[in-house]
């Protein structure tokens, strides 16, 4: 398992912009594929979007295509998660998450075996 720390929530309103972070210290990070899900008061966990090891390839869930993006720094361990023209539908705990393979189609959260504690994000209409 990979020690995950999540940066970065907030509260915004609705169409601002803010960014999460997700370091990984200590572990050979280009291993990983990473990705993000969300967890909305009442509802189950949600995929959000997920990066290849490299950062040469992304997935996304439709409900944040074309506003959300994902990317990576090996160098620096850290994954983050760009979130433009927010919605008050955007409201959840954010999670970075980790997985070893190739395969970043997963959507579901038990392909995936490292989790980090969770940032919470709060759009306002």
């Known amino acids: 398992q990979v020690q995950l720390v999540e940066s970065g929530g907030g509260y915004v309103q609705a169409g601002g912009s803010l960014r999460l972070s997700c370091a990984a210290p200590?572990?050979?990070?280009?291993?990983?594929?990473m990705g993000w899900f969300r967890q909305a008061p009442g509802k189950e966990r949600e995929f959000v979007a997920a990066?290849?090891?490299?950062?040469?390839?992304?997935y996304y869930a439709d409900s944040v295509k074309g506003r959300f993006t994902i990317s990576r720094d090996n160098a620096k361990n850290t994954m983050y998660l760009q979130m433009n023209s927010l919605k008050p539908e955007d409201t959840a705990v954010y999670y970075c998450?980790?997985?070893?393979?190739?395969?970043?189609?997963?959507?579901?959260?038990?392909?995936?075996?490292?989790w980090g504690q969770g940032t919470q994000v709060t759009v306002s209409s």
């Open positions: 998450a980790a997985r070893r393979g190739s395969n970043i189609y997963y959507t579901s959260d038990d392909k995936y075996n490292s």
């Open positions: 990066i290849s090891w490299n950062g040469g390839s992304t």
């Open positions: 200590g572990v050979t990070f280009s291993t990983y594929v």
